[in-house]
């Protein structure tokens, strides 16, 4: 899963369906979504960073699979899809970062107290005043605007991440994008961003964060890409060291984050400190590639349509050592999602059962970069992008307890998201809507930009009984302590029954979707709707 750089708050709402007696999974055991496990995140695989050897061999071993599975070739060059990147990585001794206030400097310290975010292609120099703009989120559905009366020509725009209370949880995650971020913060004139992590809901915490902060940013080489153009400051501010923007306003940023962890309105006003930056960067190209691959289906004519399954297969390489350990194997991100596929791939293709519509199984790169690989491919689809019916997305589903609850993001929003409730209950399975919609996790995995192109998505993951406090401090203890570290790797704890079942619906999904003689849509009152009649 996408790293979010700002950080949000927990408003849990969660319902409960019915539970039926767990039907025991048939066609997979776990052992062999395990094996595959093994393979991708093994230490040999040096965790699969977008661009490196390890990810090549990673990839290089799906092939292998989908060959012997005799699951067809669908990319461009076989079942690969070459993806041309760039990588921008900051040099940071020839860069810096101080505020000014009265005319005088403060030098910040790097890591410590700010970071620069390489996700944009930052400005070699910008002097500029600040502006708290409280959450930053201008929508114009609630006739929402945090930007309203406030003179942002010129100015860098202070940000806490998060959403107001009147804001439905989808609405939310799509203006906090940086492209649509972005199109409201250029219009009102405004050349960069500072967000101030909340310290009430961060994933991973601040030291981890400025760990790794000099690791590379990547982005799509086609300029058709590039969302954030104009922007020339992004950085991070440390909340512990954030009263540092807020001195002689009268305001704490105690204050501040407390409101912003209720969901309340937040202030917004001129900051009495300009900031002044120097950055240099370093730029290379990258070569990567997506893997696409095919089951035709029976149908004359259904066959012709597809019901996409997708995971990223790509991680964050090799980075800072922690307790001694630089591999950030990513075995639950996302080796345990790619496993899915393989098996469901190979599953499927063995069946004698006959499916109506073609299934399309795609292998993703540089989702760690910003869902790159998947931006991609739903912007040069390797198939008649209209024949996509659908996207089942795997990141990070966390087999790490039996499977009781089954959180599925964007079950409202289409009647996809029927299927697939109605699919876990009849094995037994409660489902529950988003629990933590503050953290934003529809629009952090590859299934956004099916979204973004029309196409009804859903994801899935293992979640902790709802009432269950220790299974909820479990997976809390693993966003903190595993969550983007080494030890996300083979020695973790895993469920392999969880995993088993995981995949049973997974699978049991797609052929209901494949038979379906009705194709997805999104439901009448769902925000993302207008993607579907916009798309070309
Ligand atoms: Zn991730």
Redesign the pocket.
């Known amino acids: 899963?996408?790293?979010k750089t700002l950080a949000p708050l927990l408003t849990i709402t969660f319902f409960l369906p019915l539970f039926a007696q767990q039907a025991a999974p048939n066609h997979f055991d776990g052992q062999t979504w395990w094996d595959h496990v093994k393979v991708l995140a093994d230490d040999n695989m040096e965790g699969r960073e977008t661009g490196s050897e390890g990810l090549r061999k990673a990839e290089a071993y799906v092939v292998e699979q989908l060959k012997k599975s005799s699951v067809q070739p669908a990319g461009k060059d076989g079942y690969y899809q070459p993806v041309k990147l760039v990588s921008r990585e900051i040099v940071e001794a020839d860069s810096s970062a101080e505020l000014i206030r009265g005319g005088k400097p403060e030098p910040l310290k790097l890591g410590d107290e700010v970071i620069f975010s390489t996700r944009i292609d930052l400005a070699s120099e910008v002097e500029a005043p600040l502006v708290l703009v409280g959450y930053g989120l201008t929508i114009p559905e609630k006739n929402y605007d945090d930007l309203a009366g406030l003179d942002l020509k010129g100015k860098v725009a202070v940000v806490l991440n998060g959403s107001p209370q009147e804001i439905p949880g989808p609405l939310a995650s799509h203006y906090q994008t940086a492209a649509e971020r972005w199109k409201a913060f250029r219009k009102a004139g405004i050349i960069g961003t500072i967000g101030i992590p909340n310290p009430a809901s961060m994933d991973v915490p601040w030291s981890r964060i400025a760990l790794n902060r000099n690791h590379p940013s990547m982005d799509l080489a086609d300029p058709v890409f590039n969302e954030t153009a104009g922007a020339k400051l992004s950085m991070l501010f440390n909340p512990a060291r954030a009263d540092l923007l807020f001195a002689g306003t009268g305001h704490s940023f105690e204050e501040f984050a407390a409101l912003g962890k209720d969901r309340k309105p937040l202030p917004r006003f001129p900051l009495n400190v300009s900031i002044k930056t120097k950055v240099k960067l370093e730029k290379k190209e990258i070569n990567s590639a997506n893997i696409v691959a095919k089951l035709p289906g029976s149908d004359p004519v259904l066959k012709n349509e597809y019901v996409v399954l997708s995971a990223?297969v790509d991680?964050?390489g090799i980075g800072e050592p922690i307790n001694g350990d630089r591999i950030y194997n990513?075995a639950m991100?996302?080796a345990s999602g790619s496993a899915v596929l393989l098996d469901v791939a190979d599953s499927l293709k063995k069946s004698p059962e006959k499916l109506k519509r073609s299934l399309l199984f795609v292998f993703v790169t540089a989702?760690?970069k910003g869902l790159l690989g998947s931006k991609y491919f739903a912007q040069y689809p390797t198939i008649d992008p209209k024949s996509m019916v659908a996207d089942i997305n795997i990141?990070?589903f966390l087999p790490i307890i039996p499977l009781k609850t089954l959180t599925i993001w964007g079950i409202d929003e289409s009647d996809l998201g029927d299927l697939a409730r109605g699919v876990a209950q009849s094995r037994g399975v409660a489902v529950q809507s988003d629990p933590e919609p503050q953290r934003n996790i529809f629009i952090r995995?590859d299934q956004y930009n099916f979204i973004r192109h029309g196409i009804p998505a859903l994801a899935m993951g293992v979640s902790p009984d709802p009432n269950s406090a220790d299974q909820k401090k479990l997976f809390k203890d693993w966003l903190t302590n595993r969550?983007?570290a080494p030890s996300d790797d083979l020695a973790q704890p895993v469920d392999l029954g969880a995993a088993a079942q995981y995949e049973e619906i997974i699978r049991s999904l797609m052929v209901t979707v494949a038979n379906d003689p009705h194709r997805p849509e999104w439901k009448s009152d769902s925000f993302f709707r207008r993607y579907a009649s916009a798309s070309p």
Do not use: A, Q, T, V
């Open positions: 899963m996408l790293r990223h991680h964050i990513g991100d996302n989702e760690e990141d990070m995995s969550y983007h």
